[in-house]
């Protein structure tokens, strides 16, 4: 099992396949590298190395109790990219993957950077704030934290439904799939599970975003009710200097899944641009 450990002591799994020049990429919670393995498989047939972690207290990583926060994710990826030393990388991240893309470029700049994509993702700020009247109120947040205190395989089992928009009229449901969300959100531990809730929902990636300086790919579906466009991709695409739009019509949170052969495609072309 491909791993290494990080400065505190946590050691990160991460899977590394192929070989030419290397795209990185940040999963969702409370999924793990596995969430992203149809477009790993794509690229990587085409001549790309990727390399994908699961962030820590998710997936096959350890479950620290310390370091569920924005900070030491965008750290614990600056760790990922210095220990296989990539240079020139394309990073990839979905929903708070997004937001540790962000973080890990405000934190430590783009000198090992190419290119980013933001997918589905939470900057620049999903709290509704003074400053961001149009974010989800913390009442919104609480009863995820409820649900995942509660009940957290319900929980999971629940939340499949609305992040691949299988709740949508005429949608076609795949049980397999929401079977493969429950089992990655039961991978992720208690304290990843409860903590993260915060770390995507209140850290503010506004400054973050601006200190992106390399071209950017912001996708995201019209119908994502996990994190709605009006208030994230589309002001995200707006503060970063070197980023074009990309909205995929009716697609839903998952769409790295529902849409992937539309979402391959349109990362093969930006990548290759």
Same mark, same amino acid.
């Given at each position: 099992?491909?791993?290494?450990?990080?400065?505190?002591?946590?050691?990160?799994?991460?899977?590394?396949?192929?070989?030419?020049?290397?795209?990185?990429?940040?999963?969702?919670?409370?999924?793990?590298?596995?969430?992203?393995?149809?477009?790993?498989?794509?690229?990587?047939?085409?001549?790309?190395?990727?390399?994908?972690?699961?962030?820590?207290?998710?997936?096959? =990583?350890?479950?620290?109790?310390?370091? *569920?926060?924005?900070?030491?994710?965008?750290?614990?990826?600056?760790?990922?990219?210095?220990?296989?030393?990539?240079?020139?990388?394309?990073?990839?991240?979905?929903?708070?993957?997004?937001?540790?893309?962000?973080?890990?470029?405000?934190?430590?700049?783009?000198?090992?950077?190419?290119?980013? @994509?933001?997918?589905?993702? @939470?900057?620049?700020?999903?709290?509704?704030?003074?400053? *961001?009247?149009?974010?989800?109120?913390?009442?919104?947040?609480?009863?995820?934290?409820?649900?995942? @205190?509660?009940?957290?395989?319900?929980?999971?089992?629940?939340?499949?439904?609305?992040?691949?928009?299988?709740?949508?009229?005429?949608?076609?449901?795949?049980?397999?799939?929401?079977? =493969?969300?429950?089992?990655?959100?039961?991978?992720?531990?208690?304290?990843?599970?409860?903590?993260?809730?915060?770390?995507?929902?209140?850290?503010?990636?506004?400054?973050?975003?601006?200190?992106?300086?390399?071209?950017?790919?912001?996708?995201?579906?019209?119908?994502?009710?996990?994190?709605?466009?009006?208030?994230?991709?589309?002001?995200?695409?707006?503060?970063?200097?070197?980023?074009?739009?990309?909205?995929?019509?009716?697609?839903?949170?998952?769409?790295?899944?529902?849409?992937?052969?539309?979402? *391959?495609?349109?990362?093969?072309?930006?990548?290759? =641009?």
């Amino acid at each position: 099992m491909a791993a290494f450990t990080t400065k505190d002591g946590t050691e990160i799994y991460y899977k590394d396949w192929g070989t030419g020049e290397p795209v990185v990429f940040s999963h969702g919670w409370p999924l793990s590298s596995d969430a992203f393995e149809d477009q790993m498989f794509f690229l990587s047939s085409r001549g790309y190395r990727c390399i994908a972690h699961d962030r820590r207290g998710h997936g096959r =990583s350890s479950q620290p109790w310390q370091g *569920n926060d924005m900070d030491t994710y965008g750290d614990d990826l600056a760790e990922l990219v210095e220990h296989l030393d990539l240079r020139d990388a394309v990073h990839v991240g979905h929903s708070t993957g997004g937001g540790e893309v962000a973080r890990y470029i405000g934190r430590h700049g783009t000198k090992r950077v190419a290119k980013a @994509v933001l997918i589905g993702a @939470v900057p620049p700020l999903m709290l509704k704030t003074a400053a *961001n009247p149009g974010g989800l109120p913390i009442e919104v947040f609480d009863q995820i934290r409820a649900g995942v @205190v509660a009940d957290r395989s319900q929980f999971w089992k629940d939340l499949s439904l609305p992040f691949y928009g299988y709740n949508r009229p005429g949608a076609k449901v795949s049980e397999a799939i929401r079977e =493969s969300f429950w089992l990655q959100g039961m991978m992720c531990g208690f304290p990843a599970a409860y903590y993260c809730i915060k770390a995507f929902s209140e850290t503010d990636l506004t400054e973050d975003l601006k200190k992106i300086d390399v071209p950017t790919l912001v996708l995201h579906g019209d119908d994502d009710q996990i994190v709605p466009i009006d208030d994230s991709g589309r002001l995200s695409a707006k503060i970063v200097k070197k980023a074009a739009l990309k909205v995929i019509p009716g697609a839903p949170h998952g769409m790295c899944t529902t849409h992937k052969d539309e979402i *391959n495609r349109h990362l093969l072309e930006f990548i290759k =641009s």
